[in-house]
């Protein structure tokens, strides 16, 4: 399974950028997928989830609650990741990542729950 991050960029503050994450394999729609995030100097941390399908159960981190929309095309094997009204605290490298053992409902939110992880999308938030 190989997952391939792109979309990031550098945008003002207030400003919208669209992530996706384009994963290859053949049993996608199997997948629960989530978005971290890792900003210099600190660790990588969660941003949000979805669920492999049961309705496509969401969750997000607080810091980026009502700003943030996760959703994914399983025709296109892809997750995105909607960022609106960004803030310089969002800059960061953002990462996808695939858990292939997630129940049908399952979320995953620990760094450790997940199989395989993408290369990273610099996300860059000007004042």
């Known amino acids: 399974v190989q997952l391939q991050a792109s979309g990031g960029g550098l945008v003002q503050a207030g400003g919208s950028l669209r992530l996706s994450c384009a994963v290859s394999g053949r049993t996608f729609s199997g997948y629960a997928m989530g978005w971290f995030r890792q900003a210099p100097g600190k660790e990588r941390e969660f941003v949000a989830a979805i669920s492999r399908s049961g309705g496509y159960i969401t969750d997000y981190a607080d810091s980026v609650k009502g700003r943030f929309t996760i959703s994914r095309d399983n025709a296109k094997k892809t997750v995105y990741l909607q960022m609106n009204s960004l803030k310089p605290e969002d800059t960061a490298v953002y990462y996808c990542?695939?858990?292939?053992?997630?129940?049908?409902?399952?979320?995953?939110?620990?760094?450790?729950?997940?199989?395989?992880w993408g290369q990273g999308t610099q996300v860059t938030v000007s004042s």
């Open positions: 990542a695939a858990d292939v053992t997630a129940g049908y409902y399952g979320i995953r939110y620990s760094l450790t729950e997940y199989d395989y």
